[in-house]
């Protein structure tokens, strides 16, 4: 299987808002109807989020269904978590969880967007030695962010 997108598509009643927070954030339209919007980071277009209205007449049943609005996180990687920490604090955003520094190699912050999802901004940093040997074998050095730390534990497997 080669694979060319995987993005989460989220089914909720706060369509409006949930436009208008991401827009925000500064995320583009890919496509912006009255029951979907899919959005993409200018930046990096592979980075997709899609957001849709529940109970569509025309979508099969297991398309129908609104999120509850527990249990996802979207972990968003950022070179500089500080200056973006700022930067939306400065534009209004609500501070969930503080600018903080974690064991396991990550300092970061969250924000939660109308419907409940949290977005934990982070930038990776070097971890605790408890927390390092589960990103690595032991003499291969750390990767420089999370992303490469995954994908070096997904390489034998990806062949």
């Known amino acids: 299987m080669r694979m060319s997108s ?21 995320f583009t339209y890919a ?7 899919h959005l993409v980071w200018p930046a ?16 099969h049943p297991l398309f129908r269904s609104r999120f509850d609005g527990k249990g996802l996180f979207l972990g968003v990687e950022v ?22 520094d974690e064991p396991w190699g990550q300092r970061h912050f969250a924000i939660q967007d109308p419907n409940g999802i949290v977005l934990d901004f982070y930038t990776a940093t ?13 003499g291969k050095p750390l990767a420089k962010s999370a992303a490469e730390r995954v994908l070096a534990l997904a390489e034998p497997a990806l062949g």
């Open 126 to 138: 070097e971890p605790t030695a408890d927390y390092a040997a589960q990103y690595r074998d032991p």
């Open 44 to 59: 990096n277009p592979t980075l997709q989020l899609a957001f849709m209205r529940p109970g569509q007449a025309n979508q």
């Open 6 to 26: 995987l993005h989460p598509i989220i089914t909720t009643d706060r369509f409006a808002e949930t436009k208008t927070f991401y827009r925000a954030l500064q």
């Open 79 to 100: 070179a500089e978590v500080d200056s973006v920490h700022d930067d939306l604090l400065r534009r209004g955003f609500e501070i969930e969880i503080a600018l903080r």
């Open 31 to 37: 496509f912006e109807g009255e029951w979907y919007v």
